[in-house]
Nanobody
């Protein structure tokens, strides 16, 4: 059974850092690309970053470039999202998802992603 489980969300002050984890089961990261997405209250779900499971190629939303870094640990079947210089507008529920397509080509369009996790809450506030 394919499952994705996010963890690491928390309340953090502006300018702070967090690392989110996405533990994968039921499939091997070596053969699939994985993305991180977020959804703030009242807003549509948006792509944050994605990574190629085999080649490690990455793609980022403009809003997080230079602040967030996606990485993978294939031996652990886990994808990470390191978030630095956090802003209040980064507050959202963060999800990871698997795609059958190539991150580098199809990017962060939610239409191409399946098998979503349950999400983890990130709140950036004083």
């Amino acid at each position: 059974q394919v499952q994705l489980a996010e963890s690491g969300g928390a309340l953090v002050q502006p300018g702070g850092s967090l690392r989110l984890s996405c533990a994968l089961s039921g499939f091997t990261l070596d053969y699939y690309d994985v993305g991180w997405f977020r959804q703030a209250p009242g807003k549509e779900r948006e792509g944050v970053a994605c990574i190629g499971g085999s080649n490690g190629g990455t793609n980022y939303a403009n809003s997080v470039k230079g602040r967030f870094t996606i990485s993978r640990a294939n031996a652990r079947n886990t994808v990470y999202l390191q978030m630095n210089s956090l802003k209040p507008e980064d507050t959202a529920v963060y999800y990871c998802a698997r795609t059958y397509y190539t991150c580098s080509a199809y990017g962060l369009n939610t239409h191409y992603y399946v098998n979503w996790g349950q999400g983890t809450q990130v709140t950036v506030s004083e």
